[in-house]
């Protein structure tokens, strides 16, 4: 099958898929809230665009989150534009599979954010995430201003500390500014509210990211990362 191969290198721009010009169908309305999917953050709140795994979990994770006002699936960190699913998962566009995540700092800092981000999941594993294997799967983080990036940077050397006293090994999370967000297709949009029994892959470490103002997570679940711990999370 065309799209059944699963390279664990990036293409480059000369040998990424070329895309369309034209967005592929998507939602309009997040299917939790009710929200406008695609319309500009709302003044006073920021963006940000996360990558751990397969998205129909990770989405689930933020839109929980307190503080949370909308989140969108989507494909970022490539170079094909407006790609599809199938395309995507080829691991010929360069993509992985995000969350766009629009949030009010006023109610969940982005530190806060980072913290559920990090122990949401391994950021030590390239291009894979648990069972799932693929460039589409990779951890990463993709800002819309330097300032953030910065706060990102940092998370990351924290939590690289952490890991490493724990006995874990690299973090491998792309961090870079975001070049373009591309919204995945209307199906993707909020799976896991649709079909509530489907695949989620989501698990962290159960190591503690020691991000300052952020609340730690309840250790009363042993690990790893469990749904009922990220809800817990994002309530505090």
Known sequence: MLFSRKPLALPTRDTALPGRAMTIPTADTHFVNGRDLNAPAPDGMKEI????????????????????????????????????????????????????????????????LLKLFWESHDPTQGMRQGNDIGTQYRSAIYTYDDADLATVKASQAAYNRALS????????????????????????????????????????????????????????????????????????
């Open 49 to 112: 665009v996360l990558a751990l795994g397969c998205f129909w979990g990770a989405e689930r994770v933020f839109w929980q989150a307190d503080g949370v006002y909308v989140t969108q699936v989507g494909y970022a960190g490539g170079y094909t534009p407006n790609p599809t699913y199938e395309e995507t998962c080829s691991g010929q566009t360069g993509h992985t599979e995000v969350v766009r995540v629009v949030y009010d700092p006023n109610v969940m800092t982005l530190d806060a």
């Open 165 to 236: 006293a724990a006995g874990r090994g690299e973090i491998t999370t792309e961090i870079k500014a975001l070049a373009a967000f591309y919204p995945a297709e209307d199906y993707h949009q909020q799976y896991l509210a649709k079909h509530p029994a489907g695949y989620c892959g989501i698990g962290g470490t159960g190591v503690t990211c020691p991000m300052p103002g952020a609340t730690a997570l309840d250790k009363s679940v042993d690990p790893p990362v469990t749904e009922k711990r990220l809800r817990l999370a994002s309530m505090a």
